[in-house]
Structure formats: C-alpha cells, structure tokens
C-alpha cells in the first residue's frame, strides 16, 4: 500500500488534471476485490492488473497494448 495518498487518490488527482487527463494509467496493485477494480472503473483507469494474478510479461504486454505497439 502507498503511504499518505492511495493509488485511488493519484488516479483520481491525475484525471482532474487537464495536464494529465488523458494519459494512459494501468494500475498493478495487490487489491483483487470487485469493488476495488469497479472504483479504479469509476475513476477512469485504462487497465487493471491485480499483482498476484499476473507475470511481468503479461504487464510488458498490456504496456504494449496501451501503447499501441501489438
């Protein structure tokens, strides 16, 4: 978990920015609970990956993906 601010919070701050708005945002995170996956929705996230459940090279490739490279 991140100290002070939640990765919710930095999402929900990086959404509000028009500076940063559009940005692409894949959240890797350790929280695997439906709510919190329909929360990171709800706040805008491009992509959701739950740590436990993923390789690095499964996040190699959403980045890819996000990115427009596959």
């Known amino acids: 978990m991140m100290p002070k601010v ?5 999402l929900d ?3 509000s920015t028009p500076e940063t708005a559009n ?3 894949i959240m890797l995170t350790a929280l695997s609970q439906e709510a ?3 929360r ?3 706040l805008g996230v491009d992509d959701y ?3 436990s ?3 690095i090279a499964d996040v190699v490739d959403k980045i890819k993906h996000h990115l427009g490279l596959v």
Do not use: C, N, P, Y
Request: no cysteine; charged share 35%; proline share 0%.
């Open 53 to 55: 459940q993923v390789v």
């Open 6 to 10: 939640s990765g919710f919070d930095v």
């Open 40 to 42: 990171a929705d709800a």
């Open 13 to 15: 701050i990086i959404r």
């Open 23 to 25: 940005i692409k945002i």
């Open 49 to 51: 990956l739950i740590k």
């Open 36 to 38: 919190d996956r329909e």
